[in-house]
């Protein structure tokens, strides 16, 4: 009879482990990444069998590991590119993008800066080099120092997209990792000047209008705002099973509070 218990124990005890945990891997966007890790924390709360790994590498690298099919979610702060898609297809995967955000890039400087207001000739010129001082765009007489994030970015890609229009960045530009790290940067040094996620904007950095829009909750839910973006989390094919279930929830009411919560726009 004990033996028969024993047994009994041991397969219900083999039987939780095999089915303890459904695993969803995550990488890409640090933009998203907020978004997406507030939302897994709560979701493996109410599905106690779910565990949710999230690395924030870049959406270069989230979008180009649903490709080669080492995570199951990548997120990204821009669109797949062109040579992305004709990549999936050659290797059989349906890249699908869910829109799970509004976010706009918000140009940053120190608060001590006396300029509120860039063109995008204005902002292209000081990131190809052309302007070099505060002076030459209404501002002191000091260098800029260019702060720029890294071209893994989704956020390099759009800023590079709407901003640069295919042409060099300065060769004196300060390439960074994060939106962190340019917010920090940018907060100390009071010639410089940078572009993040609207969602991660602190009050210890100024926000600049572009081309007379400044960047807020309306202007960007409108498009007004110049330099808006959406953002997405990539799947191969339409998300189903538990990455379903857990898109689906950052797309709930729930889910979509999170995102208003961490400083980014619901896409409702």
């Known amino acids: 009879m004990k033996k028969k218990i024993l047994f009994l124990a041991c397969v219900v005890c083999l039987s939780s482990i095999l089915t303890a945990f459904d695993q969803i891997k995550i990488t890409g966007s640090t933009t998203v990444y907020p978004i997406s890790d507030k939302c897994a924390r709560v979701f493996e709360d109410e599905h106690p069998g779910v565990e949710i790994d999230i690395a924030p590498t870049g959406s270069s690298v989230g979008i180009s590991s649903i490709i080669d099919g080492s995570a199951d979610i990548g997120n990204a702060s821009r669109e797949a590119k062109q040579k992305e898609i004709e990549q999936a297809h050659a290797d059989n995967v349906d890249l699908h993008g869910t829109v799970i955000a509004l976010d706009g890039v918000a140009v940053v400087v120190h608060p001590g800066n006396d300029v509120r207001n860039l063109s995008l000739k204005q902002l292209q010129d000081i990131y190809t080099g052309k302007v070099t001082s505060w002076k030459e765009i209404g501002g002191v007489d000091k260098p800029i120092l260019v702060i720029s994030r890294d071209p893994s970015s989704g956020t390099y890609e759009v800023f590079n997209h709407a901003v640069l229009k295919g042409k060099e960045l300065s060769m004196t530009a300060i390439l960074v990792q994060g939106n ?10 009071e010639s410089a000047i940078g572009y993040i996620g609207f969602g991660f904007l602190q009050g210890h950095l100024k926000a600049l209008s572009i081309e007379d829009v400044a960047p807020s909750n309306q202007s960007i839910s409108c498009g007004e705002y110049a330099l808006s973006r959406k953002l997405y989390m990539f799947t191969n094919g339409k998300p189903r099973g538990v990455i379903g279930d857990y898109i689906r929830f ?19």
């Open 180 to 189: 962190q790290s340019v917010a920090d940067a940018v907060a100390m040094t």
């Open 250 to 268: 950052v797309l709930s009411e729930r889910g979509q509070s999170i995102v208003r919560d961490t400083g980014f726009l619901p896409v409702n």
